[in-house]
C-alpha cells in the first residue's frame, strides 16, 4: 500500500540502516525512516528512501 506521498510502507520489510543493519521505523508525518539503533532519520524524498548516511538527520 502506497501512502499519500507514495511511499511504499511494505518497502521497510526489505529495508535495514545501512549503518547497524537495524530495523527501521516509518515517521509519516516527517517522511522519514527512523533507526533508533543509529539515532538517525533518513529522509523520503518524492517516495524514494534516501538510505545514505550523509543524507541523514542526526535524531542526538
Known sequence: MT???????RMLE???CPQTRAQLTY???RQEL????AHL???I???I???L?????SLD
Open 3 to 9: 501512502s499519500e506521498h507514495g511511499f511504499d510502507r
Open 14 to 16: 526489505a529495508l535495514v
Open 27 to 29: 515517521d509519516a508525518e
Open 34 to 37: 527512523i533507526s533508533k539503533a
Open 41 to 43: 532519520a533518513y529522509p
Open 45 to 47: 524524498r518524492d517516495g
Open 49 to 51: 528512501p534516501i538510505m
Open 53 to 57: 548516511v550523509d543524507e541523514a538527520r
